[in-house]
């Protein structure tokens, strides 16, 4: 069972930018798949990106253009690129590794706020 942390997070002015990485303490075979997701106070958790095999990406239709999910398989880390934040970017968000065989790791959640 891998372990991951995240780290970026933070409090940001609208229009501003982070970035958030996800460290695994195991390595990150090229099978696996990635991604990060978020859950705003009383919404619903959602897929915000993803990550594959092949470097193959996906995006929520809310981030497209404005997120970027890229993954550094030598140090065993993903990170996802916030630009351009809105107020509706504000939540916490999770990092998410499933191995090809089925078992998978979440991060403990870190908190991205953006004020107006």
């Known amino acids: 069972q891998v372990k991951l942390v995240e780290s970026g997070g933070g409090l940001v002015q609208a229009g501003g930018s982070l970035r958030l990485s996800c460290g695994a303490l195991?390595?990150?075979?090229?099978?696996?798949?990635v991604g990060w997701y978020r859950q705003a106070a009383g919404k619903q958790r959602e897929l915000v990106a993803d990550?594959?095999?092949?470097?193959?990406?996906n995006y929520a239709d809310s981030v497209k253009g404005r997120f970027t999910i890229s993954r550094d398989n030598a140090r065993n880390t993903v990170h996802l690129q916030m630009n351009s934040l809105k107020p509706e970017d504000t939540a916490v968000y999770y990092c998410?590794?499933?191995?090809?065989?089925?078992?998978?790791?979440w991060g403990q959640g870190i908190q991205v706020t953006v004020s107006s």
């Open positions: 998410n590794l499933a191995r090809s065989w089925g078992p998978q790791a």
């Open positions: 990550i594959r095999s092949g470097g193959r990406t």
């Open positions: 195991e390595i990150i075979f090229s099978t696996d798949v």
